[in-house]
């Protein structure tokens, strides 16, 4: 472990949402960031390159799937933390993918944990978990760290068994293991595929003119959302504690698919979004989770809080639609 000098940090799933915003705070912070790609998929790093953060992280070529990348990467990197962020991540998609889903949520985790037990036993892991843990399990309609797991997708089992894995390498080997049960969470980066970024582009589509409708599944859910950006901060206290533990990163609020619309269509002065809003059977998943909302007593005592509310989170992510595809609207009338 460093002592003393520049710390080191190794992010797995590095172009996804989180990973740009988590190397942007640990680059603040002066650590040298070594990013994770897989070398022959021809990664896109429009998120890191969103950020501005491309040039300073170090990329290093490796699979989750592939334990002996793993351990080489661990012997000559040599982190100080370790920040397991990558996974196949779309809960839709793990109900036709569920082989691939489990072979990096779940064997992924375990891959990585025993490279760094083999070859790093004193750096410290962060495992990026999820609140669909829960199912529709709580308690007096919250979830905290006690409440009983009961996952209702193939995405929610293979993280349950990363979790437990991360939980046993830490009780059975000393290693400081934590695993960061984080509620969704949004930014400008998050992927089209998901709800909240589908339908703020959908809303920006419509107010530019390139869309007539959003088509969505069931619009009564309702989960606990906050902004990426605060949630990675999360991440980082994890690691700084003395003792390792695992903690719920969310609000303590949550919102309905109406409500989201709500925001995301003022936000661009339309008021009557029903007319613009489809329900198409297809986006409704096969076990539907009904409610989420976290409570994070925990997270709070060591002095997390997020900063940026519903509305603000949302807002942002419509005026970043709105100006990515203005020049697409630009050019369509120029066209016509």
């Given at each position: 472990?460093?002592s003393?000098?520049?710390?080191?940090?190794?992010?797995t799933?590095?172009?996804?949402?989180?990973?740009?915003?988590?190397?942007?705070?640990?680059?603040?912070?002066?650590?040298?960031v070594?990013?994770?790609?897989?070398?022959?998929?021809?990664?896109?790093?429009?998120?890191?390159?969103?950020?501005?953060?491309?040039?300073?992280?170090?990329?290093?070529s490796?699979?989750?799937t592939?334990?002996?990348?793993?351990?080489?990467?661990?012997?000559?990197v040599r982190?100080?933390?370790?920040?397991?962020?990558?996974?196949?991540?779309?809960?839709?998609?793990?109900?036709?993918?569920?082989?691939?889903?489990?072979?990096?949520?779940?064997?992924?985790?375990?891959y990585?944990l025993?490279?760094?037990?083999h070859?790093?036993?004193?750096?410290?892991?962060?495992?990026?978990?999820?609140?669909?843990?829960?199912?529709?399990?709580?308690?007096?309609?919250?979830?905290?760290?006690?409440?009983?797991?009961?996952?209702r997708?193939?995405?929610?089992?293979?993280?349950l068994?990363?979790?437990?894995?991360?939980?046993?390498?830490?009780?059975?080997?000393?290693?400081?293991?934590?695993?960061?049960?984080l509620?969704?969470?949004?930014?400008?980066?998050?992927?089209?595929?998901?709800?909240?970024r589908?339908?703020?582009?959908?809303?920006?589509?419509?107010?530019?003119?390139?869309?007539d409708?959003?088509?969505?599944?069931?619009?009564?859910?309702?989960?606990?959302?906050?902004?990426?950006g605060?949630y990675?901060?999360?991440?980082w206290?994890?690691?700084?504690?003395?003792?390792?533990?695992?903690?719920?990163?969310?609000?303590?609020v949550?919102?309905?698919?109406?409500?989201?619309?709500?925001?995301a269509f003022?936000?661009?002065d339309?008021?009557?979004?029903?007319?613009?809003v489809?329900?198409?059977?297809?986006?409704?998943?096969?076990?539907?989770l009904?409610?989420?909302?976290?409570?994070?007593?925990?997270?709070?005592?060591?002095?997390?809080?997020?900063?940026?509310?519903?509305?603000?989170?949302?807002?942002?992510?419509?005026?970043?639609?709105?100006?990515?595809?203005?020049?697409?609207?630009?050019?369509?009338?120029?066209?016509v």
């Open positions: 472990m460093a003393g000098l520049q710390k080191k940090a190794l992010i799933g590095i172009l996804g949402q989180d990973g740009p915003y988590l190397a942007k705070l640990l680059l603040e912070k002066d650590y040298k070594y990013g994770l790609i897989k070398r022959y998929a021809n990664p896109n790093f429009c998120n890191v390159d969103y950020l501005g953060v491309t040039k300073d992280i170090e990329f290093v490796g699979d989750l592939d334990e002996s990348s793993l351990m080489n990467i661990i012997k000559s982190p100080d933390e370790v920040y397991n962020l990558g996974a196949q991540s779309f809960v839709g998609s793990s109900w036709d993918q569920s082989k691939v889903t489990t072979e990096i949520n779940a064997l992924g985790v375990l990585l025993n490279s760094l037990k070859f790093l036993p004193e750096a410290k892991f962060y495992q990026a978990s999820t609140s669909e843990l829960f199912g529709n399990s709580n308690i007096n309609g919250y979830q905290t760290e006690k409440t009983p797991f009961a996952p997708s193939p995405y929610a089992i293979a993280k068994y990363a979790y437990w894995m991360t939980v046993n390498f830490r009780d059975s080997y000393g290693m400081f293991c934590t695993n960061g049960i509620f969704n969470h949004e930014s400008p980066l998050r992927g089209i595929e998901f709800v909240t589908k339908v703020t582009d959908g809303v920006a589509r419509i107010k530019l003119g390139l869309a409708e959003i088509s969505l599944g069931n619009l009564d859910s309702k989960r606990d959302w906050g902004f990426a605060d990675v901060e999360a991440m206290m994890m690691l700084q504690q003395e003792r390792p533990d695992d903690y719920m990163v969310a609000t303590g949550n919102h309905s698919i109406r409500d989201l619309l709500d925001v003022n936000r661009v339309i008021k009557d979004w029903e007319k613009y489809k329900i198409d059977p297809r986006f409704k998943r096969p076990a539907e009904h409610e989420l909302k976290g409570k994070p007593n925990k997270l709070k005592s060591i002095g997390w809080k997020p900063k940026v509310d519903f509305k603000e989170l949302i807002e942002m992510m419509v005026d970043a639609d709105v100006e990515r595809l203005s020049g697409v609207a630009k050019e369509q009338t120029l066209l």
